[in-house]
């Protein structure tokens, strides 16, 4: 490598050896705060200090509209020992738009790159990175770290800022980030959800990736404003009581030509070998975790955005792909690992010394993965040899539960296994119930329109799987607009249809939704234990012939239990006896059949039932009860 001789403002080095050795090692665990664009004093002269990380390349400039784009402008200087480059431009400040000029080995000039580490990017279809000012260190808390304890009763609404809410009089735009904050943390609070999830806002240049092939992992997206008004977002949440989590992308990226694909002329953040480096699925290439420096930009993303942005927590997409060689891939498609095994060993350390750092860095947040196989430990501390996740997603359960509610009624008690399997492995992980983004999409129409029956039976089975799903241990989280019932599927380039709400059983899906999450937050026994087997009881699994389950949730606290009877079929059943986990009353705090909800209103009447001293259920008391049609109920035990 001969690098270009360094201009008078470059005579000495601007990175310290410190920093280097930290880089070259793979244990810096901020590399954000070296590379990248930063506000910088160099011989009592302000400006901005450019590093790159370009180990193949013969010569790196910096450009941009404070150099006309002039690569003999601002020649980098080399400093082999990492790999790196590094310049120093006096009088450039936040808001300068620049990118990297690099030749090859070959001295082949290769297409502007756009900056890995930049904390801001120009909205797509234009492609420079932004110099912006670094956000201060969010410090921990001690509030957040109980809001996100595995004891917490968490309810996750999932947001696409994109189409959550448009302004239809100002050209249908997007809204920006104080306007999310004063319209989406109001709406998601009065809803009683406890956390946001935001779909990927880091920059990606096509909005139909929905974030989820990003270039620009450092910086929020412009869609929505400057990186300052994302800061305000997530402060301004936390003020009144909501979390934000964010969906987080190490799997894979994009591999357009300003971004990280083929950054210095070689294959330096992907594999070089297709078998390894390319998603035949999505398009995209896959990092190479086996790289110390692509370690140390993913996990050094992780902690930036939960260090300097305050976020409560990452959902890493796609974690299956990342396990597994052979994923999506017929043989001879991928290469084994060196024990000839299918697992991607490199990814797999990768992801655990992530999950080791934000323990050990921010030990208030939380990292859900979003893995779909039958891999063991994902939520397991990675000292008992797990990954280190706090939650999985549990895509099974979701699966078998959206495949039971969508067969016609006469057909469920051939299938009733489908809703009790769940719990044979409920406490294999910690686990998060999702009806995401996923399921409204790709022609699945939406969770609505997958009921069965007519008009009102579409709706009643909706209110009732959001009873049984609220009731099931397990943290919530439901996908924008299915709080509501949309009917349509969800599209990207559309507002939700929010006149939907002027129709009574469309708002009464809402008003049940927000009552569920009331039950969650006030009742101990239905969160406390949710990932202890002492949470859950079962009273009736096998009665496949009326569709009906019943189960009782414990909490810590002796006489904290909540009773949930699914009746899933649209006849009403009276007399129905059930025995009980102990004597006393039962009182109905919810039903999803209630008139409020728009529903026929059946249920038990005063929706009280006292215990009789008659077996059932291999319980020694019991309770009549009147069971709604397609419905769920919640009764809680007072003595």
Known sequence: ??????????????????????LAEGTHLRPYEVLGAHAFTHRGAAGTRFAVWAPNARRVSVVGDFNAWDGRAHPMQARPSAGLWEAFVPGVGPGALYKYELEDAHGQLLPLKSDPYALAAQLRPETASQVATLPALVP????????????????????????????????????????LAAELIPYALDMGFT????????????????????IGLYAPTARFGDAAGFTRFVARAHAQGLGVLLDWVP???????????????????????PREGFHQDWNTLIYNFGRTEVRNFLVGNALYWLERHGV???RVDAVASMLYRDYSRKDGEWIPNRHGGRENLE??????????????????????????TSFLGVSRPTFAGGLGFHYKWNMGWMHDTLRYFGREPVHRRHHHHELTFSMVYAYSEQFVLPFSHDEVVHGKGSLLTRMPGDRWQQF????????????????????????????????????LDWHL????????????????????????????????????????????????????????????????????TPVVRRDWRLGVPRPGRWHERLNTDSVHYGGSNAGTPWGVAGTEPIPSHGRTHSVLLTLPPLSTVFLEWTP
């Open 1 to 22: 490598m001969t690098p270009s001789a360094p201009s008078p403002a470059q005579s000495d080095f601007l990175i310290s050896d410190t920093d280097l050795w930290l």
């Open 140 to 179: 921990a808390s001690a509030e957040r770290q109980a809001a996100n304890a595995v004891d917490a009763p968490i309810s996750i609404y999932e947001v696409h800022l994109a189409s959550w809410r448009r302004k239809p009089e100002d050209g249908n735009r997007w809204l920006d980030w104080d306007e």
């Open 195 to 214: 956390h946001l999830e935001l779909l990927p806002i880091s920059e990606h240049p096509f909005d139909g990736s929905w974030g989820y092939q990003p």
């Open 251 to 273: 799997a894979h990226f994009p591999s357009d030509a300003h971004g990280l694909a083929r950054f210095d002329g070689t294959p330096l953040y992907e594999h070089a070998d």
């Open 312 to 314: 409560d927590g990452l």
């Open 347 to 372: 990814a797999i350390d990768f992801l655990k010394r992530m999950n080791e750092v934000v323990g050990a860095e921010r030990p208030e947040a939380t990292t859900v993965a979003e893995e779909s």
């Open 460 to 495: 009643a089975n909706l209110r009732a799987l959001y009873g049984y799903m609220w009731a099931h241990p397990g943290k919530k989280l439901l996908f924008m607009g299915c709080e509501f019932g949309q009917a349509r599927e969800w599209n990207h380039e559309a507002s």
């Open 501 to 568: 709400l002027g129709d009574g059983l469309h708002a009464g899906v809402q008003t049940l939704v927000r009552d569920l999450n009331r039950v969650l937050r006030h009742h101990p026994a239905l969160h406390t234990q949710d990932s202890v087997p002492a949470g859950f009881e079962w009273i009736e699994a096998d009665d496949s012939q009326h569709s009906i389950f019943a189960f009782a949730r414990h909490g810590r606290e002796e006489g904290q239990t909540m009773l949930v009877v699914c009746n899933l």
